[in-house]
């Protein structure tokens, strides 16, 4: 089972590097860890509009690098003022 967290299109700029950010519900990475047991698997997948082998200024296909997952945990919330 796979959930889809981004997805973006009409990007036309060439040589260029984009960061992007996608956040991962809890309930969506709870599951996926269920799912998994205990272990968690994803994938990406970048595509442009060229035949392969032709992507920026004609030499290189997209590239992902530093894809990173990364855990943000929230605090818990303090206690109401007496």
């Given at each position: 089972?796979?959930?889809?967290?981004?997805?973006?299109?009409?990007?036309?700029?060439?040589?260029?590097?984009?960061?992007?950010?996608?956040?991962?519900?809890?309930?969506?990475?709870t599951?996926a860890?269920?799912?998994?047991v205990?272990?968690?698997?994803g994938?990406?997948?970048?595509?442009?509009?060229?035949?392969?082998?032709?992507?920026?200024?004609?030499?290189?296909?997209?590239?992902?690098?530093?894809?990173?997952?990364?855990?943000?945990?929230?605090?818990?919330?303090?206690p109401?003022?007496?």
């Open positions: 089972m796979w959930t889809q967290v981004y997805y973006e299109t009409g990007n036309v700029t060439e040589c260029t590097t984009f960061n992007r950010t996608a956040n991962i519900s809890n309930a969506n990475l599951n860890i269920a799912t998994g205990g272990s968690v698997t994938r990406v997948r970048v595509q442009d509009s060229c035949y392969p082998g032709v992507g920026c200024s004609f030499t290189n296909d997209p590239v992902v690098s530093g894809l990173t997952l990364g855990m943000m945990r929230t605090p818990p919330a303090s109401p003022a007496m």
